[in-house]
């Protein structure tokens, strides 16, 4: 199975093999349970739209497979947890600390709840020398929040291009996707222009697809136990539906399908 991850992902399978190995084995997590197969979108404001909303889960459902995913109003508040805040020097806007807000929901995952990744519209630090952060998410417990605050021109008092609402989506699934696999314990990947590099700006993230890298993959679905070939043809379908950003991504889906299809066959 090892191959398959590797070759789907670069020709020169053997030097990534050893080291997808190596890595699998220094790794192995606790794998999601039955019991616990949940993961929670919370949300913080009710102003997010539906539409985002519907698209965000469809994405966490191909993108986690072997996982229900389902939408929370019931995550705390920043203002119910009295979360640090501050007015931002650059933007002049409020901003939450988004460590102290996760230390003080820890206990507000469900009880089904693998993880919870909650979703606002407030911009969001993660400490006093920060200028901002897009999201953060802890493997332990499994809880994460993330902003959209500054995918949308109006944070920066500009007017929004037609396109906003389809890049703002495209953006967004790439956060949630990032962070939600922090929650499943992997950190910043090292190896790859994967999903699971770090950045500090969308301009930067944008020089990467959305997909994990065949280290990450390998890590996710020894958590889920799914279909890697099954996963790729959902994460096609899904993204065919989605709006022009995702066109790189959804190429990059097409060509993985059929070269997953490839070597089972030749296997």
Known sequence: TTEIYTQAFVGSVRCVQETVSKQYKNWQKTPVSPKKNTLYIGLLDKSISKKLLDNCKSVMAAYFPGCQVKITTSAPSFESLKVINRINEGSGKRQYQVLDYLKKAKGHIPADGFAMLCLTNEDLYPGDQWNYVFGWAFYNPRIGCFSTARHYSSFYGSKPSPDEE??????????????????????????????????????????????????????????????????????????????????????????????????????
Request: charged letters at 30%.
């Open 166 to 267: 389809d890049v703002v989506l495209y953006n967004t699934v790439r956060v949630m996707t990032h962070e939600t696999t922090h929650m499943f314990g992997l950190p910043h990947c090292i190896y790859y222009a994967c999903g699971m590099c770090g950045f500090n700006s969308i301009e930067e993230a944008l020089t990467r697809i959305i997909d994990l890298c065949p280290i990450c993959l390998r890590k996710v679905q020894f958590a889920l136990r799914f279909d890697v070939k099954k996963r790729y043809e959902g994460l096609r379908d899904v993204f065919s539906k989605m709006p022009a950003p995702f066109e790189k991504d959804l190429e990059w889906y097409v060509k993985r399908q059929k070269r997953t299809t490839k070597l089972i066959r030749k296997d």
